[in-house]
Every structure is written in C-alpha cells, then in structure tokens.
C-alpha cells in the first residue's frame, strides 16, 4: 500500500489550492479514504471523509463549504479542492485509507497513511 | 462534539512499562484507535478496535478500554518507542467524524 500526497506549497490567505493523493498497491475503488491535518506543533485533524464510491462526502465544520473531497477511481487518485483559505488552515495534509476491521462501521480513520504535503497559508 | 482526553506526556525508563491513557464519556462503548507518529513521519496505526494489533506491530503494544478510559500500554518500552501517541474514535453525533485525542508524548528516561 503507498499513497503520495502532492500540490502543497505556499499559498495567500484567500487563495485556492488543490491536493491529490496517488494510491498503488491495493484496489483503491473498494475503500474509502479520508484526509487529516495536522499543524504545526500540534495534533491531528480529520478534515473530510469520501465513500469508495465518491457519493457520500462529510466535512469538518472548520472546512465545510470551502473544501471540497473528490476522487478518480479509475486513476487511482484523491483530490482536495481547497478555496478561500485562511491562515488557520495552515498544516501538513494527510490522505488515509479507511478501515473497518472487524466491524460494519468505518471507524478506522487511516490504517495506511501518505507521507502528507505541506501547505503554509500566509501574506 | 465528542472530546477525548489524554495527558501531555508520561515517560518511562527502557524495560518498564508505559501507559498512555484516553477519557471521553462512556468511552467503553466505542472501539478505540491508537496511532504512534514519531518527528517528521505520517502517524502509524499501533492499536485498533482496542485491543488488536495491525500486522508488524510488536505483541509489546496492547490496549484496553472500559468505561471512561481507554489504554494504550507499552510493555519493555525501547527507546524506539518515543514518539507521540493519539487515540481516535468514530463519532456520527459531532462535527468531526473522526475524533482525535491531542496526543501523549512518550519520553524514554
């Protein structure tokens, strides 16, 4: 299992920017996946959740309505639409595969997790 | 929203053991995820649904959970276990659906 994240890089408070996450290594079309943040010095954040098949998305409230989580089955990829960012939204970003173990429920936010890419908001 | 709790930090000498604890209300009735992420690396997953072991993770790692706190105990602790360590719960009630706790940092003396 391998994902990279890739498309951080500075960017302006109010600008836009958008991640993707390259995955290899196992059937990609039949998890969900998840991205987290983490600033820096601090803990982690999950940020937004997609199904495997791309129609159901959930959100933080921190992000909800200038991010948005999407996803290429047939390419293997992740994408995070970042707009109208703040400074806050400062962070490394993580893409994670979703795991259910045991259970019906997807509560496993990242068994596997990328090596994240950094995005400084900041005038 | 569902909040977990867990103490900045706990040390431990090489060879003792290291508990890391996690509170949040009626925590017992939730499985409970445990992630070790050392300076600069992507956070590894160490304990899921409270007690079982990922493949490759060492039998050193084990976990328990009960009533209001869950545990994550690190047995003979090396110094390769520095690092810090976060518990996550899933949460359909909240703004996250992913909890995380603010993570423990582990020092070995």
């Known amino acids: 299992v391998q994902l990279v994240e890739s498309g951080g890089g500075l960017i302006q408070p109010g600008g836009s920017l958008r991640l993707s996450c390259a995955a290899s290594g196992f059937k990609f079309s039949s998890y969900e996946m998840n991205w987290v943040r983490q600033a820096p010095g601090r803990g982690l954040e999950w940020v937004s959740y997609i199904s495997s098949s791309g129609d159901f998305t959930y959100y933080a409230g921190s992000v909800r309505g200038r991010f948005t989580i999407s996803r290429d089955n047939g390419n293997n990829s992740l994408s995070l639409q970042m707009n109208s960012l703040r400074v806050e939204d400062t962070a490394i970003y993580y893409c994670a595969r979703v795991a259910y173990g045991p259970t019906v429920v997807p509560s496993i936010g990242g068994d596997y997790w990328g090596q994240g890419t950094l995005v400084p908001v900041c005038s | ?109």
């Open chain 2, 1 to 109: 929203s569902y909040v977990l709790t867990q103490p900045p930090s706990v040390s431990a000498a090489p060879g003792q053991t290291a508990r890391i604890t996690c509170e949040g209300n009626n925590i017992g009735s939730k499985s409970v995820h445990w992630y070790q992420q050392k300076p600069g690396q992507a956070p590894v997953l160490v304990i899921y649904h409270d007690t079982d072991r990922p493949s490759g993770i060492p039998e050193r790692f084990s976990g328990s959970n009960s009533g209001n706190t869950a545990t994550l105990i690190i047995s003979r602790v090396e110094a390769g276990d520095e690092a810090d360590y976060y518990c996550q719960v899933w949460d359909t009630n909240g703004d996250h659906r992913y909890v995380f706790g603010i993570g423990t940092k582990v020092s070995v003396l």
